[in-house]
T-cell receptor, first 111, second 115 residues
């Protein structure tokens, strides 16, 4: 089974609303990353949070990490139609440098 | 800085044929990764190189897939012979070190269709 699993699998919201996506993982990690993928394109790195960090911000993005629950959340505030994409969490496994991706959350922002 | 370059962008082949993909990482990036992304799924790591050495190839189907990174710069991934289930996007990524403190930079990928 995959290391990381995102929830929900799909999310549809109105422009201006906030979008929250969650990621759960199974083993200890060095860091957790979030990526965005527009249809038919490569992945774009959004934000990285280390295992000793609890919260991180970047523009309209807010990421939290709870290592005791092995979970993370990505919040996109004031969403825009251009935020429509798939969002993936990726965990770098502790003890090695292998990074494993989840199956992603498909976000659709309606104008 | 230039991004990760991949070619070709698209490839259609018949099953049992062979195919090769090429990747040129960001200059100076020591670590290079090949991922396979099947439609509707997340990327799956096939192989990871540190300079020209293999760090992890545990999920590479070695009976048909091979990869090399000569001189620790660009890399090629080959499939021979291809199967229908190999239809996917093959993504190359690079990072500055084995530990991705700043995340990976991905190329645009090669979309492979096996018919």
């Amino acid at each position: 089974s995959q290391q990381g699993e995102e929830d929900p699998q799909a999310l549809s919201i109105q422009e201006g609303e906030n979008a929250t996506m969650n990621c759960s993982y199974k083993t200890s990690i060095n860091n957790l990353q979030w990526y965005r993928q527009n249809s038919g394109r490569g992945l774009v790195h959004l934000i990285l949070i280390r295992s000793n960090e609890r919260e991180k911000h970047s523009g309209r993005l807010r990421v939290t990490l709870d290592t005791s629950k092995k979970s993370s959340s990505l919040l996109i505030t004031a969403s825009r139609a251009a935020d429509t994409a798939s969002y993936f969490c990726a965990t770098e496994i502790r003890g090695g440098f292998k990074t494993i991706f989840g199956a992603g959350t498909r976000l659709f922002v309606k104008a | 800085e230039a991004g990760v370059a991949q070619s070709p962008r698209y490839k259609i082949i018949e099953k049992r044929q062979s195919v090769a993909f090429w990747c040129n990482p960001i200059s100076g990036h020591a670590t290079l990764y090949w991922y396979q992304q099947i439609l509707g799924q997340g990327p799956k790591l096939l192989i990871q190189f540190q300079n020209n050495g293999v760090v992890d190839d545990s999920q590479l189907p070695k009976d048909r897939f091979s990869a090399e990174r000569l001189k620790g710069v660009d890399s090629t991934l080959k499939i021979q012979p291809a199967k229908l289930e190999d239809s996917a996007v093959y993504l190359c990524a690079s990072s500055g070190s084995g530990q991705s403190n700043y995340g990976y930079t991905f190329g645009s990928g090669t979309r492979l269709t096996v018919v």
